[in-house]
């Protein structure tokens, strides 16, 4: 291309070209128009520099902070200056862009990592991102020569964004290793993991989007240690954005005075604060559909054509966290049918932009959802969303929403929110000068109706997704708020509104801080909801599950030392989940029929339970694990009482030391990462009636010997939905005194455990070998027995099954002295 001013004039520069003008400027050109090449080569720089402090730096936090700066910020920054036309943004909402936008980039390129066949350590995380980055600065270089700072807006303006910002964030990101990883969060945690160590199944395994599994593996790849803390700091600081993007979707729709009370109301949200201190998908789906959305009202307004793609990019994006990002496109409909009218929506011209957002929304979802529909795997999926919503239509799930609700916003939030919308909706019907127009009251009731309605009365477990109907809600609550700042025009007046809806926030804050940021009461945990001022108890009582987000502590932290330093070696079992122990006893055997160790935990939410009376006459009680001095877990020894008394570790002197040396990738994340079909296992391929397919097995490489112990994982297909209806035997050799696990074990094969038909899980059994078993090599064999008065053995068919109840899967070998498995 030939360097002449009129190219230059254009903006139109190869990267050639932006390196030629930097290094020799045209004299007439202002230096101004510079800024844009310069912010591109400091960004550059700047990537390369937190690479290493990421990657090297031993402080967690910082080194945290450093990864997300270099797998995401940079990359929004870059994709920003190249596709966001500053005439139409304020500064404001160009940097929320930007950081909206290295969200995506932090997903979809995390996603396409993950797709490839690397482990994620360092050198691929940086490559790739260094790839990304580079590709996005080519983009950035070309629009540098004409680029100019978005217009930084009236004062209020961004005064009221920062207000809404900071709020959001001190309620978010202080102490976010406030709890251990709570029960669904350790299975993000375990996937990540296996996302990191290249099991091909990992993302697959996990029924739903794969966007909360690869934000935790590009900084735990790029870091090779994590904690609590790090792990949660992307979601958190996606909350607080979220929180900022309904601030600016209000203030297009309904200024800045009502923005000002929305973004308020959705920082102070208890879901969204709740979900904003997980591991998991929430806030990502908040900032990014939020983001979406303020494109489709930004192209309604007058907008040019690059907001209808920058909105299917974000939504779909969005998708790749949670389905409930669907929950996003009405609002959007109604937003794009306020510039086409109900005559454009026939108008290919106009419409041709939404065409190009779908499309690119498509090939967004399509890396994903094309290879997902290829692996044997799809079935999670489906017999999840088919669990989630179920037969029998309509439910009514409103007792639950109510008791979810209580818990989470608590009082004095739903009567705020009611207040101000009922002031609002009295203000449009009086037709008040200023009232926000009834389209946006259209939108907001929209956006809330769909998705309550959803899960009030279609879902057949609508947990606490019901939260995705607040968004609209608050935004009706800061409608009505404009309204009434409109129609009070005197200073002193408005000074008692502002006022009034500070003391109402203060109030419902009265409520979020013991229970979300107090973390040695435990409010939730112990049950004290009902003793803190203003708390309302309803009918049915506040919900024993579906409790995220809030503080727990039992010194989970410390087994994991203590398996690490040799003080601990051997199975447990526990009250605990499976799924938490395994992260922090670092893949130390659970679900043995005769474990070493009883870890016995307080106040565990979603407890498993544990024979207590064999616990009091067989084991004994070898220490305790304190928390801030209380005692909160109990480790139980097989074996007589000794004279010394139990011994006493204090949480706060081995946290540190499980952080900086067990929590490194190495651990096998199981079975809630290896997939149904692990790598490695041998495949069966029969079926026990009509009722359940077993896929594979895999035996642990060890070696049997008598007095000891086989250690199997059996994969299995249900072909039926059931509860109560179904029990797993295995035993080893053909008669069972030589070993035998029948009977409940650990996942899903107790008679209590519910199948879910077409939803594969793992069974891990321990077959305790007979201490006078004779050398020899052994068939391992498993039944399937249905339970009830019509109860029987169901008859193997396919693979090498016999026609006997038994299934032979494999053999062992045990001899003398040690044996091999196989």
């Known amino acids: 291309m030939t360097d002449t001013p009129s190219s230059r004039a254009t903006g139109d520069l190869s990267v050639l070209d932006s390196w030629r003008l930097l290094v020799k400027p045209v004299p007439s050109r202002p230096a101004q128009r510079y800024v844009g090449i310069v912010a591109v080569i400091g960004l550059l720089n700047l990537s390369a520099i937190t690479a290493i402090v990421a990657s090297a730096v031993p402080d967690p936090m910082v080194a945290a902070v450093a990864g997300l700066v270099h797998t995401a910020l940079i990359p929004g920054l870059l994709l920003a200056l190249a596709v966001v036309p500053t005439s139409e943004v304020d500064a404001v909402e160009w940097v929320a862009l930007a950081f909206g936008f290295g969200i995506l980039v932090l997903v979809v390129g995390g996603l396409a990592l993950a797709l490839l066949p690397v482990r994620m350590n360092p050198i691929p995380v940086v490559g790739w ?23 930084a807006g009236v004062r209020s303006g961004w005064l009221a964004a920062l207000a809404v910002t900071v709020v959001a964030a001190v309620l978010r990101l202080p102490g976010l290793g406030y709890s251990e990883f709570q029960g669904d969060e350790t299975e993000v945690i375990l996937r990540a993991t296996g996302v990191v160590q290249n099991l091909p199944d990992a993302l697959f395994y996990h029924g739903k989007g794969p966007g909360e599994i690869v934000v935790v593996a590009v900084e735990y790849g790029l870091r090779g240690v994590l904690n609590e803390a790090t792990a949660r700091l992307p979601f958190a600081l996606a909350g607080v954005g979220g929180a900022l993007a309904l601030y600016l979707v209000a203030r297009r729709l309904i200024g800045t005075p009502g923005a000002v009370a929305a973004g308020l109301l959705l920082a102070t949200n208890g879901y969204f604060l709740a979900f904003s201190r997980i591991t998991q998908y929430q806030s990502l789906v908040l900032m990014l559909g939020m983001l ?105 799930n409103l007792p639950s929403i109510v008791a979810s609700a209580t818990l989470y916003l608590g009082t004095a939030f739903p009567v705020l929110m009611a207040a101000l919308i009922a002031m609002g909706a009295t203000a449009l019907v009086a037709q008040r000068p200023g009232t926000p127009k009834l389209r946006v009251w259209v939108l907001g009731l929209t956006w809330a109706a769909i998705p309550f309605l959803f899960y009030a009365f279609v879902a057949r477990k609508p947990g606490t997704h019901v939260h995705v109907a607040t968004s609209g809600l608050i935004l009706l609550a800061g409608a009505g708020f404009a309204s009434a700042w409109a129609a009070l025009t005197p200073i002193p007046v408005r000074l008692v509104l502002a ?45 024993a599950k579906e409790r995220f987000g809030f503080p727990y502590q039992a ?37 043995s029929v005769d474990p070493r160790y009883y870890l016995i935990a307080e106040n565990v939410q979603d407890e498993i339970e544990t024979p207590r009376r064999t616990i009091s006459s067989e084991y004994h009680q070898i220490g305790t694990v304190t928390v801030a001095g209380e005692p909160k877990l109990r480790v139980y020894q097989r074996g007589p009482s000794v004279s010394s008394r139990p011994a006493t570790w204090r949480a706060e002197e081995r946290e540190s030391g499980f952080d900086r040396l067990a929590s490194t990738p190495t651990i096998d994340p199981g079975p809630w990462a290896r997939g149904v079909v692990a790598r490695g296992s041998t495949a069966v391929g029969s079926r026990f009636g009509d009722d359940a397919e077993l896929l594979s097995y895999l035996v642990y490489a060890e070696d049997p010997h008598p007095g000891g112990v086989v250690r199997v994982d059996l994969f299995w297909r249900p072909l039926v939905s059931s509860r109560e209806q179904h029990r797993i035997d295995v035993q080893l050799g053909n008669d069972p005194r030589v070993g035998d696990a029948s009977g409940p074990a650990c996942d899903k094969t107790g008679d209590d455990k519910q199948w879910t038909a077409g939803q594969p899980f793992t069974q891990r059994v321990s077959i305790p070998i007979a201490a006078g078993a004779a050398p020899g090599s052994y068939p391992l064999l498993v039944s399937v027995n249905r339970l009830g008065p019509s109860g029987e053995p169901l008859v193997p068919t396919g693979g090498p099954a016999s026609g006997s109840p038994l299934l032979e899967v494999g053999r062992v070998e045990v001899q003398g002295g040690s044996g091999r498995a196989r």
């Open 555 to 591: 010194g989970w932290k410390t087994i994991g030392a203590l398996y690490q330093d040799g003080t601990l070696s051997g199975s447990y079992e526990s009250n605990e989940q499976p799924q938490v122990t395994h992260w922090y006893a670092r893949g130390a055997w659970r679900c």
């Open 499 to 543: 006022a009034g809806l500070t003391a109402g926030l203060a109030v419902v804050t009265a409520y979020l801080a013991p229970v979300y940021l107090q973390t040695t009461a435990e409010v939730v945990r112990e049950n004290k909801v009902a003793s803190l001022p203003l708390a309302w108890r309803p009918p049915g009582g506040l919900p």
């Open 292 to 396: 979406g959305l303020w494109c489709a009202v930004r192209w309604s307004l007058g907008g040019s054509a690059i907001w209808p793609p920058l909105a299917g990019a974000l939504v779909a994006t969005a998708a790749l966290a949670h389905y409930d990002a669907l929950f996003f496109l009405p609002p959007i409909a109604i937003a794009v049918l306020w510039r086409t009218g109900w005559h454009g929506i026939f108008d290919h011209a106009i419409l041709a932009p939404w065409f190009r957002g779908a499309q690119i929304g498509i090939v967004i979802l399509a890396l994903f959802f094309v290879p997902y529909l290829d692996s044997d795997l799809f079935g999670l999926a489906t017999g999840r969303i088919g669990d989630r919503v179920g037969a029998g239509l309509p439910y009514n």
């Open 129 to 151: 991102t260094a790839t990304v980055t580079l590709v996005l600065s080519a983009f950035a270089f070309r629009k540098g020569i004409s680029w100019q700072p978005p217009a």
